[in-house]
């Protein structure tokens, strides 16, 4: 599933952001607020409350944005790495498990803590309650009685993480690599003072990542006063490649061929990004723009291990500059005034 588009928010979506979209989307398909609806409203609200409880969550998020569901179930490729280097280590998320929690009791809940309304008994409309927890019920004395909690004592802010980019040529990202970053960050002391740290992360980079993939550091960013440390993204780019250019998962190659080859035929050897010599037949007559598919030889497919996609080689014909007397006449020859 894709928690992002059933909470209709961007990938750089805020706490914020996805309160507000959880409460109007819960509200909107919560089953009793959707008799008629049935299984679909039940369907729809539990994937909501469950990208919710996800995204919502620094550690769970990292985990999906890296892995996907797979890695909340705890099934990442093997070899994988955690981009919350401090909730996974090098292992990856192999051991991470996440099971939804009952979706009523988590909406209920979520009323309680972001806003004192919640659906009355007759499920016809929302009501006035006070703040109490769905899965640490208390009496309604105890919660009358219960003062808001003092400005000092409320849950400290987490800044939005800090990106940096991480630039990788075609070769690291196709086969995979380990980078080594080092990063300073500003970490306020006790005393009020800000101390400058300096510490070198690694980054396990995994074989078919791409331009925009981010990969999560907990804590790794600025520590100020009044805020939660704030998380380290490295946010991959791409340099230049010589030969290859990534459109999707497929690899697209210029080649010039002589015009002699183009109608004669050859054989082109292409160096892969792996390192291997990949020989080319050319067996057809080659226009300017045709094209060679060859499958299985572009790029890794993250979800589909194993599985790569397209090479696809796109021909430029060159032709000579001149042609001697005889050469003329014996192409006219050959092929016919």
């Given at each position: 599933?894709?928690?992002?588009?059933?909470?209709?928010v961007?990938?750089?979506?805020?706490?914020?952001?996805?309160?507000?979209?959880?409460?109007?989307?819960?509200?909107?398909w919560?089953?009793?607020?959707?008799?008629?609806a049935?299984?679909?409203a039940?369907?729809?609200?539990?994937?909501?409350?469950?990208?919710?409880?996800?995204?919502?969550?620094?550690e769970?998020?990292?985990?999906?944005?890296?892995?996907?569901?797979?890695?909340?179930?705890?099934?990442?490729?093997p070899?994988?790495?955690?981009?919350?280097?401090?909730?996974?280590?090098?292992?990856?998320?192999?051991?991470?498990?996440?099971?939804?929690?009952?979706?009523?009791?988590?909406?209920?809940?979520?009323?309680?803590?972001?806003?004192?309304?919640?659906?009355?008994?007759?499920?016809?409309?929302?009501?006035?309650t006070?703040?109490?927890?769905?899965?640490?019920s208390?009496?309604?004395?105890?919660?009358?009685?219960?003062?808001?909690?003092?400005?000092?004592?409320?849950?400290?802010?987490?800044?939005?993480?800090?990106e940096?980019?991480l630039m990788?040529?075609?070769?690291?990202?196709?086969?995979?690599?380990?980078?080594?970053?080092?990063?300073?960050?500003?970490?306020?002391?006790?005393?009020?003072?800000?101390?400058?740290?300096?510490?070198?992360?690694?980054?396990?980079?995994?074989?078919?990542?791409?331009r925009?993939?981010?990969?999560?550091?907990?804590?790794?960013?600025?520590?100020?006063?009044?805020?939660?440390?704030?998380?380290?993204?490295?946010?991959?780019?791409?340099?230049?490649?010589?030969?290859?250019?990534?459109?999707?998962?497929?690899?697209?190659?210029?080649?010039?061929?002589?015009?002699?080859?183009?109608?004669?035929?050859?054989?082109?050897?292409?160096?892969?990004?792996?390192?291997?010599?990949?020989p080319v037949?050319v067996?057809?007559?080659?226009?300017?723009?045709?094209?060679?598919?060859?499958?299985?030889?572009?790029?890794?497919?993250?979800?589909?291990?194993?599985?790569?996609?397209?090479l696809?080689?796109?021909?430029?014909?060159?032709?000579?500059?001149?042609?001697?007397?005889?050469?003329?006449?014996?192409?006219r020859r050959?092929m016919?005034?």
């Amino acid at each position: 599933m894709d928690y992002y588009n059933i909470l209709k928010v961007n990938r750089n979506a805020t706490l914020e952001d996805l309160k507000k979209s959880y409460r109007r989307l819960a509200r909107t398909w919560h089953p009793d607020k959707n008799p008629t609806a049935g299984a679909e409203a039940e369907a729809k609200f539990k994937q909501i409350t469950e990208a919710y409880e996800v995204l919502s969550d620094p550690e769970k998020r990292a985990v999906y944005d890296q892995y996907g569901e797979e890695g909340l179930k705890g099934m990442p490729p093997p070899g994988s790495y955690s981009c919350t280097s401090t909730a996974a280590g090098p292992s990856g998320p192999s051991n991470f498990r996440y099971n939804p929690s009952d979706p009523d009791d988590f909406f209920n809940e979520f009323m309680a803590s972001n806003k004192p309304y919640t659906f009355d008994q007759d499920r016809r409309r929302f009501q006035p309650t006070h703040r109490t927890s769905a899965r640490n019920s208390r009496s309604e004395a105890s919660s009358s009685s219960q003062k808001e909690p003092s400005t000092s004592a409320r849950q400290l802010e987490k800044p939005l993480p800090v990106e940096k980019t991480l630039m990788c040529s075609l070769e690291e990202l196709y086969n995979g690599t380990k980078k080594k970053m080092k990063i300073t960050r500003n970490v306020a002391k006790p005393d009020g003072k800000l101390e400058v740290e300096t510490e070198v992360l690694q980054v396990e980079v995994l074989p078919g990542w791409k331009r925009g993939t981010k990969v999560t550091f907990d804590n790794k960013g600025d520590t100020l006063h009044g805020y939660l440390p704030q998380d380290l993204t490295f946010v991959i780019d791409v340099k230049p490649h010589d030969t290859y250019t990534l459109e999707g998962n497929n690899l697209l190659v210029s080649q010039e061929i002589a015009l002699v080859d183009a109608l004669a035929g050859a054989t082109i050897n292409l160096k892969t990004l792996d390192g291997r010599s990949l020989p080319v037949s050319v067996d057809e007559v080659v226009r300017p723009g045709h094209e060679i598919v060859i499958e299985n030889e572009g790029w890794p497919i993250r979800k589909e291990p194993g599985k790569k996609g397209s090479l696809r080689i796109r021909f430029d014909v060159t032709f000579p500059t001149r042609l001697s007397s005889s050469q003329r006449a014996a192409i006219r020859r050959i092929m016919g005034s």
